[in-house]
């Protein structure tokens, strides 16, 4: 039997749903009846979803009685940040070099 897929954050973030979903979740922790009625998708698709993100390890969740109540792991999305870190520093530097050529032909 094949070993169930990892996602890579990357992948996981892609999609505007799942990243709606993780924007829900930093506002606290939501069965998955609660998350499906926030979304125009069908509950297998939104089951399908955070099934992507906890893969991704995005998410964690737990059972409370008949339910799985989702809640976020942002820790892993340091890695998108430190990436788009680097992306930020470049734009500052080419919009200083900018500043600087406009500032000296005035």
């Known amino acids: ?3 169930a897929q990892k996602h890579d954050v990357y992948q ?3 999609d505007p749903t799942r990243r709606k979903m993780l924007k829900l979740l930093a506002e606290g ?3 998955i009846t609660e998350i499906a009625g926030q979304f ?3 509950r297998t698709a939104v089951v ?3 099934q992507v993100l906890s893969d991704a390890s995005l998410v964690a969740d737990r059972k409370a009685g008949r ?9 892993e999305l340091l890695e998108v940040q430190e990436w788009l870190s680097f992306f930020e520093q470049y734009w500052d530097n080419k919009l200083a070099k900018l500043k600087h050529i406009v500032e000296n032909e005035e």
């Open 1 to 3: 039997m094949a070993a």
């Open 12 to 14: 996981a973030i892609a």
């Open 29 to 31: 922790n939501y069965s």
């Open 40 to 42: 125009p998708v069908s």
């Open 48 to 50: 399908k979803h955070l």
């Open 67 to 75: 339910e799985k109540i989702y809640s976020l792991k942002a820790d």
